[in-house]
């Protein structure tokens, strides 16, 4: 069944160039489908973390005992994965009933859907069917003009700010920052996870008098493995590391723990399903780390931000003799930040075009060897693995990077055998 919900949606597959945003024509979509989300409805955007924060508010909130609707983008092995009931994927035959629905909709409003809208709505209905206590939605592109933005969010997130998708969003960080804080609401709270805003951020927030909380400023992250939150009404001390590793991941479950104290009080999880929450959040390929020799890293970066924090990952993981990287990343991306922002943790990269990519392992390595790095091609992802693991050593480590597709291929290889 998830293969022909992949086949159905093929239909609906555009490139880049294709996509025009807006929400005039998805208003009239909704309005066809009569369609409303149950309250309370938080919405997270920014440019890297929104999928940890969802999966943090949504594993607390099922720990606590409500019934969570979580969307989240792109998957990884079955579309499935994007939408979830208390942490449990929903059931394939439901899915293409709600993109059914969706589609026929669209066709009567006579609007054309992308992939992403056609999906966001189809989750946002399946959700309502559910009667969901609360719903979580991931922000696909920017946000002012975003699919998930038709919904008034109770409570909106902003993990951070970095350069991305700038064919959409603009080239600055404060071009981008305006774009995704039009998923703020007038008197309603947004929370901002994101150290060093930029300025336009806090400028166009005010100006939309929306009721927003930073982080370092009214609630923050304190300490290692075990950590501290001081957040706007509670405090807690010694909270355990969430599965999600990395320091990052300490500021994106405080950036979820102040959305959760931005709901009304009976949506309050209380500490033990926050305690739960952090030990059980699971999400494949955000600084995953397999067990066995040599130490596999999975990580879907695909931006200079995401290698950063990668890149301190890394570090904090202590020495290893050896490190390389499988690499594979799209045409359109920052090659160079990304790969200049890891260098001095990699010391061989092993380029690969994975299934679906746009660019050949030979443009990339070209790419990657400009840099100064040490890179070889490989035809296939079994042979950049073999590669790396006969270059690292049981003893070294192997990176799995530079794109959801490149992490979604490597977990394949290894399923297969």
């Given at each position: 069944m998830s293969e022909k919900i992949e086949q159905w949606l093929a239909q609906y597959a555009r490139p880049p160039s294709e996509i025009n945003l807006g929400l005039a024509h998805l208003q009239?979509?909704?309005?066809?489908m009569q369609l409303t989300l149950p309250q309370p409805l938080i919405t997270v955007g920014g440019t890297n973390g929104k999928g940890s924060v969802c999966h943090l508010l949504a594993a607390i909130l099922t720990a606590a005992g409500f019934r969570v609707g979580c969307y989240s983008s792109p998957h990884i092995f079955h579309f499935s994965e994007r939408i979830k009931i208390c942490d449990i994927e929903a059931d394939n035959d439901l899915i293409l009933q709600a993109l059914i629905t969706t589609s026929t909709a669209a066709q009567v409003a006579n609007a054309e859907l992308t992939y992403f809208e056609l999906?966001?709505?189809?989750?946002?209905?399946?959700?309502?069917?559910a009667a969901c206590d609360i719903v979580i939605l991931e922000v696909g592109l920017g946000g002012r003009l975003d699919a998930v933005n038709l919904f008034d969010a109770d409570v909106a997130v902003i993990t951070n700010i970095?350069?991305?998708?700038?064919?959409?969003?603009?080239d600055t960080r404060d071009k981008i920052a305006i774009e995704k804080a039009g998923i703020g609401r007038a008197d309603k709270?947004?929370?901002?996870?994101d150290p060093a805003p930029p300025p336009a951020l806090?400028?166009?927030?005010?100006?939309?008098?929306?009721?927003?909380?930073?982080?370092?400023?009214?609630?923050?992250?304190e300490g290692g493995r075990f950590w501290n939150y001081n957040g706007r009404q509670h405090r807690f001390a010694n909270l355990p590391q969430s599965a999600l590793t990395g320091a990052h991941q300490r500021e994106n479950a405080a950036t979820a723990l102040c959305a959760l104290e931005c709901l009304a009080p009976e949506y309050w999880p209380g500490s033990g399903a926050?305690?739960?929450?952090?030990?059980?959040?699971?999400?494949p390929g955000r600084a995953q780390i397999l067990p066995g020799q040599p130490v596999t890293v999975l990580d879907v970066a695909h931006n200079t931000a995401a290698a950063i924090a990668l890149e301190q990952q890394l570090f904090d993981m202590g020495y290893f003799p050896r490190?390389?990287?499988v690499f594979g990343m799209l045409a359109r991306k920052d090659i160079d930040g990304f790969v200049g922002a890891l260098n001095r943790r990699i010391d061989h990269w092993h380029v690969v075009q994975p299934t679906d990519g746009d660019l050949s392992a030979a443009a990339l390595a070209e790419r990657v060897r400009s840099t100064g790095a040490a890179v070889t091609a490989h035809d296939t992802i079994a042979a950049a693995v073999r590669a790396a693991h006969a270059d690292s050593g049981d003893?070294?480590?192997?990176?799995?990077?530079?794109?959801?597709?490149?992490?979604?291929?490597?977990?394949?290889?290894?399923?297969?055998?």
């Open positions: 009239q979509v909704r309005q066809q999906t966001t709505l189809a989750a946002a209905h399946l959700f309502a069917a970095g350069i991305d998708h700038i064919e959409f969003l603009g709270p947004l929370v901002v996870g806090m400028t166009t927030l005010a100006e939309k008098k929306v009721n927003a909380y930073y982080i370092g400023q009214d609630f923050s992250a926050i305690r739960r929450g952090l030990h059980t959040v699971a999400l490190t390389t990287a003893n070294g480590r192997i990176v799995i990077t530079g794109s959801f597709l490149t992490v979604s291929d490597f977990l394949l290889y290894k399923q297969n055998g």
